[in-house]
């Protein structure tokens, strides 16, 4: 009987889906990197079948699984597969001045909406009732939509402060259509209502996807008879348990860029650096701090509409292998096109008729692919888009930066071979082992995260207790997430008091993460429970 | 010059406005929406110059009191303004001939806009400020010598309250606290006065200003920053980093500096703002390069986005700019009023432009 101790990440990437096996001692073991599928489960399929013949691969091995995917975003952009949302606010007679999903698109708000109402209630920053809450209307309105609706998304005013509304309309919703699904705001997003509101009507649209995939996975493994845990990554670069993932498929939306960041910090034991993660099309530059992506301060825009969610913080710019080059020699035209998962057809050195990035690197020497004689006539144009890509990719490096002084970059992707080895303001150039599946390595590492995002109100004893409060409620989440009570640790605090009041108040952001619990033992083990 | 406020223009004063916060005021991101929304539903709202308007109308300067992310959260019910209107002719026994803005800078600049469309009176083009500060007599109505009663005062269930004092003082903290117990915001008018007296008693001009500065940065060709820095005749201060936040909060305010670091071409520089909800003073070297009540504004060196002092953040890309402030806060009445003394700095105040020519 072989060892259970192999766990197997997969990252679907806009181009080319990835997959490892790494063993307990973290050793890749195996990878895979195979073009995406227009419905996205054929190309996780064919990286799992690939990944498991290849050498050094013992699928006998694998207990745990982590799946990285723009799934929700395509789902999102594409109006695909998305469920029909009851959308309820509670916050009248406040926040009528802006309805639910004012400023989607139409179509969206169409294929995602039943029908939408605010009702009486909410919560105000001091945790007082705004107005008593107005279950009846919650009835109604179900009474009349409820039965078009696959989910129910309910939001409160100020529920990060208290949830206790959007739970008593949680409770008259089963009653009303019994096991439906509900997404509930305080569980979803921070302050600011709008942004917290639409994310929640997202995530309500988007269970349905998540399953899809979860299910298209399954049967890709069971084909292999495995039946390992399976986790999602999420925005920040840690793992969720497959039924959190399950009920907040949204908080997924935004893994890929993360999971590279993460993977460069474990293949170069790292854990502050820059990181350029060159892909097919384009190239995320990041910033790898204390172990995680340093945060936007900004709220992402997911198919043009605002949510609050935290992203990694990338200037990210259209520079990638399969880059279109065009133009001539004393002026090149750098993309913004690319030939993408065509590389290996398209691309000059692969015998085909379009200049691309890749071409550029074996014109300058930087990479020996295919056949460098097929470049003929374009050299010199190639060469100086080389120069020019340097200076896009030197300019992005210094936008992302905080701080003068050079530092060192960490290349990752299956594009950087297009990164020089000296770059204005980089110190030196690090290339990892299997720098080509830092995604899927940065999935399979299995670091497991809880937040906290909420206004407290210091009391005598003020922000210690307030901030001891913020933090064993964010360790307490990452342990409900599944990681492993031992490991859990304090990654970010942050601090914003509230203005223009006389009373005190402070927002307080904390995150907690360790790595996943029981990942070495024998995988009998239970999937950790979601919060 | 009465003009209709369409979609596009209510865009553009948005970013105007926030541009004009001098870093407070709250966002305008929710304002705008609420105009966007107030004029889908009830029609577009006519924006008026004072000399369109009778002598002996009243005009309404209206706006909300309290903290800007209680805003965020509970966003206003929308007929505040139909009730602070409601009350202040019947307490007055005059008809409300336009809605004003207090203040243009920030969330502020657009509330007006939302409560007009639904009452279905126009909105003057001025304001009682020219940008965000943060204490309800910082106006130039208080400066002209108007009275700031009655004061009106609502929130979003209808609750009202009207109320008078003997300064605009009284008027802060009584309007204040019982923002709070109103939950954190409340909209209120007060210094109500004619068009008369408004001629000389508000700062004009404001609303167009702003939408001007806001089709500058959405229309910009090049650079939205230069654009801007051309259309206001702004001063800018550095083009740099942010390298250093520092913030706290003491009695309901908050108070801090922010360290920019020069680059590109301003590189080796370091600028020294300090804060207090608004960005109240630049110092490079231990010189003031620019004070209250001039504006100064932190934007972001691409998009000219305005970055309020509480979104303020380490490793930002910003351009800091000096605009020269109205006349009004320039004599000795807007210097006590809100000069540098006004927020606890032993200097004097010296306008933005004699700094910018000392320094070249």
């Known amino acids: 009987m072989p060892s259970l101790d192999c766990r197997l990440g997969i990252d679907v990437g806009g181009t080319n889906t990835d997959a490892v096996i790494l063993d307990s001692a973290d050793r890749v073991l195996a990878k895979a990197k195979v073009a995406c599928t227009p419905d996205i489960t054929g190309g996780i399929t064919e990286a799992i ?19 990285g995917t723009t799934h929700a ?43 939408a109402t605010i009702v009486d209630g909410g919560i105000e920053f001091d945790g007082r009732d705004l107005v008593p809450f107005d279950g009846d209307a919650v009835a109604r309105f179900l009474g009349e939509v409820g039965g078009a609706a696959d989910g129910v998304a309910i939001t409160s005013v100020f529920a990060p402060v208290s949830p206790r509304h959007e739970l008593l309309a949680a409770e008259i919703v089963k009653r009303e259509l019994g096991e439906v699904h509900v997404s509930l705001s305080h569980e979803i997003g921070s302050v600011g209502l709008l942004e917290r509101e639409n994310a929640t009507i997202l995530n309500a649209a988007l269970v349905g996807v998540a399953g899809d995939v979860a299910s298209a996975m399954e049967a890709a493994l069971a084909a292999h008879e495995l039946r390992p845990v399976t986790f999602f990554a999420q925005n920040d670069g840690t793992l969720m348990a497959l039924d959190h993932a399950l009920r907040y498929p949204v908080l997924t939306i935004g893994s890929g860029p993360a999971n590279s960041i993460r993977g460069a910090a474990f293949l170069t034991g790292t854990a502050d650096s820059l990181v350029a993660d060159v892909g097919g099309t384009s190239t995320d530059v990041g910033v790898l701090a204390n172990g995680f992506p340093r945060e936007s301060s900004q709220g992402v825009e997911i198919g043009g509409i605002r949510t609050n969610f935290r992203m990694p913080d990338l200037v990210t710019i259209a520079l990638g292998g399969g880059t279109v080059v065009a133009g001539d020699p004393a002026a090149p035209v750098i993309g913004p096109q690319s030939v993408g998962f065509r590389l290996r057809n398209e691309a000059l050195v692969f015998g085909g008729q379009t200049p691309t990035l890749t071409d550029s690197a074996v014109a300058s020497g930087r990479a020996s692919l295919g056949d460098p004689g097929l470049i003929g006539r374009h050299r010199s144009l190639l060469q100086s888009a080389a120069r020019r890509a340097d200076e896009m990719l030197a300019d992005a490096i210094d936008r992302v930066k905080t701080a003068k002084g050079d530092r060192a970059l960490i290349a990752v992707g299956g594009g950087s071979i297009l990164v020089p080895d000296d770059l204005p303001g980089i110190s030196e150039v690090i290339r990892p082992e299997h720098f080509d599946a830092a995604n899927a390595v940065g999935a399979a590492i299995a670091s497991v995260s809880g937040q906290v995002d909420r206004i407290f109100h210091p009391g005598a004893d003020g922000r210690k207790a307030a901030l001891a409060e913020a933090s064993d409620e964010a360790v307490q989440n990452a342990i409900a997430a599944g990681a492993d009570p031992a490991a859990v640790q304090i990654v970010e605090i942050e601090e914003i008091p509230l203005a223009y009041l006389t009373t005190p108040a402070v927002r307080i952001r904390v995150k907690a993460a360790g790595a996943l619990g029981g990942l070495h033992e024998r995988h009998s083990q239970p999937a950790p429970a979601g919060s | 010059m009465a003009r209709l406020l369409d979609p596009d223009s209510l ?14 005021g709250g966002d305008t991101r929710i304002g705008l929406l609420e105009a966007l929304q107030a004029t889908e539903d009830y029609g577009p709202v006519t924006l008026v110059g004072l000399d369109e308007l009778a002598d002996d109308e009243l005009i309404m300067p209206c706006g909300m009191i309290g903290a800007p992310t209680v805003h965020i959260e509970k966003i206003e019910n929308g007929s505040e303004g139909i009730r602070l209107r409601q009350h202040l002719e019947d307490v007055t026994g005059y008809k409300v001939a336009a809605l004003m803005s207090a203040e243009i800078g920030g969330s502020n600049g657009l509330n007006p806009i939302v409560w007009a469309a639904r009452i279905g009176l126009p909105v003057v083009d001025a304001d009682g400020m020219g940008r965000a500060f943060p204490l ?157 009540p001039d504006l100064i504004s932190v934007l972001d060196s691409e998009t000219a986005e305005a970055i309020a002092t509480e979104r303020v953040r380490y490793g930002q890309r910003v351009t800091v700019i000096a605009m020269p402030c109205d006349p009004v806060w320039r004599t000795d009445r807007g210097l006590q009023a809100a000069g540098p003394r006004a927020f606890g700095y032993d200097f004097d105040y010296v306008p933005v432009e004699e700094l910018a020519s000392a320094v070249t």
């Open chain 2, 136 to 292: 309800v007599p910082q106006v130039s109505m208080h400066l002209a010598g108007i009275n700031p009663n009655p004061c009106v005062m609502t929130d979003e269930r209808g609750n009202v309250i009207v109320f008078r004092t003997i300064s605009g003082d009284w008027t802060e903290r009584l309007a204040r606290a019982a923002a709070v117990e109103f939950g954190g915001a409340a909209a209120s008018t007060e210094y109500t006065l004619t068009v008369a007296q408004a001629r000389e008693a508000t700062v004009l001009g404001t609303v167009s200003l702003a939408i001007r500065i806001g089709l500058a940065v959405s229309t910009a060709q090049r650079s939205p920053v230069a654009e801007l820095i051309a259309e206001v005749g702004a001063f800018r201060l550095v083009t740099g980093k942010i390298s250093d936040v520092e913030r706290r909060t003491t009695k309901g305010f908050v108070r801090g500096s922010v360290v920019i670091e020069g680059i590109g071409e301003d590189s080796g520089r370091l600028l020294r703002l300090e804060l207090q909800n608004e960005n109240l003073v630049a110092l490079e070297q231990g010189r003031v390069a620019a004070s209250v």
């Open chain 1, 73 to 115: 975003t395509n789902a999102v952009l594409e109006r695909r597969m998305l469920r029909r949302v009851a959308v309820i606010r509670v916050g009248a007679p406040a926040t009528l001045a802006v309805r639910p999903m004012f400023g989607w698109p139409n179509d969206l708000a169409s294929a995602v909406c039943v029908a």
């Open chain 2, 11 to 24: 865009r553009a004063l948005a970013r105007g406005c926030a541009i004009l916060g001098a870093g407070g």
């Open chain 1, 49 to 67: 079948d690939t990944v498991l013949r290849a050498p050094g691969a013992d699928p006998r091995r694998i207990t745990h699984v982590m799946l």
